[in-house]
Nanobody
Framework: EVQLVESGGGLVQPGGSLRLSCTASGFTFSNYAMSWVRQAPGKGPEWVSYISVGADRTRYADSVKGRFTISRDNAKNTLYLQMNSLNVEDTAVYYC??????????WGQGTQVTVSP
């Protein structure tokens, strides 16, 4: 059974940092590209970042470029998102998602990130 379990969310002040983790199981993690997707209250899902199988290619939404860093440890079956210089617009539930060709076929349960003074 494919499982993606996010952790690391929480409440942080503007300008602060958080590091999200996503532990994968039930499939060969090193064979799949991964992404982070977020959903703010009352809004649709927003793609945040992408990382290739071997971590040699990464992509970021313009809204987070220069502030967020995606990485992965294939030996630990874990995906990360380092988030710096957080602002209130980053408040959302963050999901770890597995990429399958052009689709996202599995999602984690999400972790809440709240940025508030």
């Amino acid at each position: 059974e494919v499982q993606l379990v996010e952790s690391g969310g929480g409440l942080v002040q503007p300008g602060g940092s958080l590091r999200l983790s996503c532990t994968a199981s039930g499939f060969t993690f090193s064979n799949y590209a991964m992404s982070w997707v977020r959903q703010a209250p009352g809004k649709g899902p927003e793609w945040v970042s992408y990382i290739s199988v071997g971590a040699d290619r990464t992509r970021y939404a313009d809204s987070v470029k220069g502030r967020f860093t995606i990485s992965r440890d294939n030996a630990k079956n874990t995906l990360y998102l380092q988030m710096n210089s957080l602002n209130v617009e980053d408040t959302a539930v963050y999901y770890c998602v597995r990429k399958f060709y052009s689709d996202y076929d599995y999602w984690g349960q999400g972790t809440q990130v709240t940025v508030s003074p």
